[in-house]
């Protein structure tokens, strides 16, 4: 299994930046994808960023041009840097690591960090 300890969120003006981690201890070696979810209040969770063991990329639409997400294999840490911040990025940002052992895929999730954007 794989533990995830996000860190990094807190209070930014717009067009601010900030950076979040995502630590991940556990079974390393098994961690295919990571990347960064989003959930408003009242809205559903949403897939901001991934990265594969291979570095490729993937971004939402809304953060292309804005947000970069990067990954640290000799620390086992995945990075989402946030700049022009917006108040529509106001969320709380989840990491998530997909990886597969024995067989079996799993699904980790990091306890959360907020991000708020003030106007």
């Known amino acids: 299994q794989v533990q995830l300890v996000e860190s990094g969120g807190g209070l930014v003006q717009a067009g601010g930046s900030l950076r979040l981690s995502c630590a991940a201890s556990g079974s390393i070696f098994s961690i295919n994808t990571m990347g960064w979810y989003r959930q408003a209040p009242g809205k559903q969770r949403e897939l901001v960023a991934a990265?594969?063991?291979?570095?490729?990329?993937n971004l939402v639409d809304s953060v292309k041009g804005r947000f970069t997400i990067s990954r640290d294999n000799a620390k086992n840490t995945v990075y989402l840097q946030m700049n022009s911040l917006k108040p529509e990025d106001t969320a709380v940002y989840h990491c998530n690591a997909e990886s597969a052992e024995a067989g079996a895929f799993y699904d980790s999730w990091g306890q959360g960090t907020q991000v708020t954007v003030s106007s």
């Open positions: 990265i594969t063991s291979g570095g490729s990329t």
